[in-house]
């Protein structure tokens, strides 16, 4: 338990282990995956014509045609060529409604699919295990810190303390938690889900994927 007020930051390196990209392999997965002068071509990928399609529907939802949010994609491929990362190229066209959503539509479309394929699954793979096996990693061992030394009638004030900020998008935290609490104190697996929900100060401050 944190006895005193504690801020951790967590950044994107914290993925590494969890085998979710960094910042400038997202970026570089964008930037092939946005060279639409590929399209339709013997060298496209999987998620270049995944994309494409995501951009019929999304180009409707914003009012736009799809061949303006294939520009914007465009604008995104060349300019990864020489940013550091698509939070950068975001800022530099903050002004363009249009790069905005290609930009977070293949943050979401990435970081998916990297969660979709991590060790860290949705659930455990073994029945009574946790949804990562093993107790090396940081979420192991950080869960463990969060739990230690309080009784079942208190979880709740295990959290009082703890401030979080994240720099990923991933939800790996808010996935593993439960499962630890469920298990340390034999609390139904949904009431240790509503807890951290509850509880958990967590800020993204780039945004995430969802809940």
């Known amino acids: 338990?944190?006895?005193?007020r504690t801020t951790l930051v967590i950044g994107a390196g914290?993925?590494?282990?969890l085998e979710l990209p960094d910042g400038r392999e997202v970026l570089h997965k964008i930037g092939q995956a946005y060279d639409f002068q590929r399209l339709g071509t013997d060298v496209q990928t999987r998620d270049m014509v995944l994309?494409?399609?995501h951009f019929e529907k999304f180009?409707?939802?914003?009012?736009?045609?799809k061949e303006k949010l294939q520009e914007a994609a465009s604008v995104i491929s060349a300019a990864a060529?020489?940013?550091n990362s698509l939070e950068e190229i975001l800022e530099q066209h903050a002004h363009d409604p249009m790069i905005q959503a290609a930009g977070k539509l293949a943050i979401v479309y990435f970081v998916l699919?990297?969660?979709?394929?991590?060790?860290?699954?949705k659930e455990p793979r073994i029945e009574g295990d946790l949804p990562l096996r093993g107790d090396e990693n940081w979420l192991f061992q950080l869960s463990r810190m969060i739990i230690s030394?309080?009784?079942?009638?208190k979880i709740d004030q295990s959290f009082n303390n703890l401030s979080i900020i994240n720099f990923s998008y991933d939800r790996s935290l808010q996935n593993y938690l439960p499962w630890v609490i469920s298990m340390a104190y034999g609390m139904p697996l949904h009431d240790a889900r509503d807890l951290v929900?509850?509880?958990l100060n967590i800020i993204h401050p780039l945004g995430n994927v969802g809940r």
């Open 197 to 199: 929900d509850a509880k």
């Open 14 to 17: 914290s993925g590494f282990e």
């Open 81 to 83: 060529r020489v940013s």
């Open 1 to 4: 338990m944190f006895r005193t």
């Open 51 to 53: 994309l494409a399609q």
């Open 59 to 65: 180009a409707r939802q914003m009012g736009a045609s």
């Open 149 to 153: 030394g309080v009784p079942r009638n």
């Open 113 to 121: 699919q990297s969660e979709a394929r991590s060790p860290l699954g």
